[in-house]
């Protein structure tokens, strides 16, 4: 198990620092660029373009392909004693919500689909969870 954790938490680091080298680049696109990456991400979710029947996000996002990850994010966040989360970008939510979150932790999700977002929060909002 611990090996597990291990590697569930490189990858974290990983796909953090991934991440914030993408938002430090973004920094440098204009508003109409940014405006042209939005309008992509917004058509391949209306569009379900991934053509996933189980999750817009694509087949990566489904509760088969995250059966693993569920468990072991589960255990990691529990056993970190995590009390929040920032997940960005969230996707349309299908497999997090299948996370065995501790009962007080809390949930931020963020995604440039604003469409995605308001789905997100009609869904799933509560005390614990935000977008």
């Not at 991934?18 to 696109?29: E, I, M, N, P, V």
């Not at 693993?68 to 989360?85: F, G, M």
Request: with cysteine; glycine share 6%.
């Amino acid at each position: 198990m611990t090996t597990i954790l291990t590697a569930q938490t490189a990858m974290i680091k990983r796909s953090l620092k991934t991440l914030l080298g993408r938002w430090k680049l973004s920094a440098h696109f204009s508003s109409t660029e940014n405006r042209a990456i939005e309008d992509v991400f917004r058509r391949i979710w209306a569009d379900n373009y991934w053509g996933n029947a189980e999750s817009r996000s694509g087949g990566g996002s489904s509760l088969t392909q995250t059966a693993a990850l569920r468990v072991s994010l589960a255990t990691l966040l529990q056993e970190l004693k995590i009390s929040s989360r920032l997940d960005l970008p969230c996707g349309d939510f299908h497999w997090m919500k299948e996370v065995a979150f501790c009962p007080e932790m809390t949930y931020v999700g963020g995604d440039i689909v604003d469409e995605l977002i308001l789905n997100n929060r009609l869904s799933y909002a509560s005390d614990r969870l935000h977008w």
